[in-house]
């Protein structure tokens, strides 16, 4: 049972374009909403993140959008640069609980 | 040096051999996880250690065993590897309060262990 659904699982985007991965997740109870970046041979770090009290949360050119009526969130990288290129991961936890991820997502920004 | 250490960082071993991946870290934070990274498939939870007496199994707990010697340890072991075993390995830990995303988890992963199986 995957409670929190992630796609693309791969996206080629052209620098400058925008980049955008979506998430979809089951349980309602869910309130909070962070995203990793994975660059190859690290792990994980914590990008970006959000509550479900609010629609938008921005922090340069990283956007989260949350739905909560559709249970759906998205991460939208504007302005995408080559330094972007990773795999980003969703995730979703209720309160201080355990993160349950997403498939992740391979992002190739194109010079 | 790392905040969050993993040993080894790569190895190869047989089918029903014993492994075990080792973590440590200077973070002095209570919670310590473990999760699995295939492609296509995610992050998922293998166990999860909310202080030293507290162990949790995760999504995927078959097969693997772990052992939280102190509050900076946290070792995960294959009693008898096979080869669907074979995946990168990520040690995390968080601290409870999370800082800026106050009462949430905010983890801070290892750099990984990637394991082989044959």
């Known amino acids: 049972q995957q409670q929190v659904k992630q796609s693309p699982q791969s996206l080629i985007v052209q620098k400058g374009g925008i980049s955008i991965i979506n998430c979809a997740y089951e349980n309602t109870a869910f309130d909070y909403f962070p995203w990793y970046q994975q660059f190859p041979g690290k792990g994980p770090a914590l990008l970006i993140a959000i509550r479900p009290d609010v629609s938008e949360k921005k922090e340069g050119r990283f956007t989260i959008s949350f739905n909560k009526s559709a249970k759906q969130f998205s991460l939208h990288i504007m302005d995408s640069q080559p330094g972007d290129s990773a795999t980003y991961f969703c995730?979703?936890?209720?309160?201080?609980?355990?993160?349950?991820f997403g498939q992740g997502t391979e992002l190739s920004v194109k010079p | 040096d790392a905040d969050v250490t993993q040993t080894p960082r790569n190895r190869i071993t047989k089918t029903g051999k014993r492994i075990m991946l080792e973590c440590s870290q200077t973070k002095g934070h209570d919670r310590m996880y473990w999760y699995r990274q295939d492609p296509g498939l995610g992050l998922r939870l293998i166990y999860y250690s909310f202080d030293v007496k507290d162990i949790n199994k995760g999504e995927i707990s078959d097969g693997y065993s772990v052992s939280r010697q102190a509050q900076a340890k946290f070792s995960l072991s294959l009693e008898s590897a096979i080869p669907n075993q074979t995946a990168l390995y990520f040690c995390a830990t968080s601290d409870r309060w999370g800082g800026t995303y106050s009462g949430a988890n905010v983890l801070t992963f290892g750099a990984g262990s990637r394991l082989t199986v044959l």
């Open positions: 995730a979703a936890s209720i309160g201080a609980g355990k993160l349950i």
